[in-house]
């Protein structure tokens, strides 16, 4: 059985949120660290943006500013999130290629679902079924609500995948800072995710957050078939980390480099 490292929930700010997932993965890339699963949280609430997405199209930047939110480009595809600072686990996964396609999954949606099925265990915990598909992004359900999108990024033989788990949503805030479609108005964009849209919070009675990340702990090592054990990042990643911060994801060049 193969052994990953584990590092625990911490709260970051989406610069840094996004920049540790890319130097985990370029480390791991290097060897010179192992594959590795971590949560964290956002603080301030952030919007992140899939990386080819427009940010005037997808953010009122204006509003963002106002709440003293975050916006950040993502490396990985998909398109605009809000990170509730409230409500909110996000998940990352980084390892190679070579060690799903060892345990069978080859496509890049077996990929994706033996990755979440680790989330799926989980929930499953609380005598709940959540169902796995797509809607815009891979996803997961509970009684047809999505509650967890996700999205990745390959680079040569490895692999970075994360994505959201909700715990509550908070619809309103999540439209006064993400544009709806072209003559949709706002006030339908947020019934539609009260309609399709789920926190575990919202079915889950009595939800204490320490049992609930236990199990998430439990459902990788079942998905993947590995152990987890707790780590913490090497001095080398968190100075990647600040490399990549500076570079990336607190340039203007690169947060409007698709205007």
Request: with cysteine; proline share 3%.
């Amino acid at each position: 059985m193969d052994t990953w490292r584990f590092i625990p929930l911490k709260i970051r700010n989406g610069y840094w949120n996004m920049a540790l997932d890319e130097a985990i993965l370029k480390a791991r890339i290097e060897n010179k660290s192992p594959s590795t699963i971590r949560l964290y949280k956002w603080e301030p609430s952030t919007i992140s943006m899939g990386r080819h997405q427009s940010i005037s199209a997808e953010v009122d930047v204006d509003i963002a500013k106002e709440n003293g939110f975050n916006i950040v480009r993502r490396i990985t595809g998909g398109g605009a999130v809000f990170h509730d600072s409230q409500g909110e686990i996000t998940y990352s996964v980084v390892c190679s290629l070579k060690f799903l396609e060892r345990k069978g999954y080859r496509e890049v949606m077996e990929q994706y679902e033996i990755i979440t099925q680790g989330i799926v265990n989980a929930v499953e915990k609380y005598q709940f079924d959540s169902d796995q598909g797509v809607v815009h992004c891979p996803a997961l359900f509970l009684g047809g609500k999505k509650f967890s999108g996700n999205a990745r990024v390959t680079r040569g033989n490895y692999l970075l995948q994360h994505g959201t788990i909700l715990l509550e949503i908070r619809p309103e805030l999540m439209y006064s800072v993400l544009k709806a479609p072209n003559n949709v108005p706002r006030k339908k964009m947020v019934a539609s995710v009260y309609a399709k849209v789920i926190g575990i919070k919202d079915i889950i009675s009595n939800f204490q957050e320490t049992e609930f990340l236990s199990y998430l702990i439990e459902g990788f090592e079942k998905s993947l078939g590995i152990k987890l054990e707790n780590g913490k990042f090497t001095r080398y990643e968190l100075d990647l980390a600040k490399k990549l911060l500076k570079e990336r994801y607190s340039s203007k060049d690169w947060l409007y480099k698709y205007e």
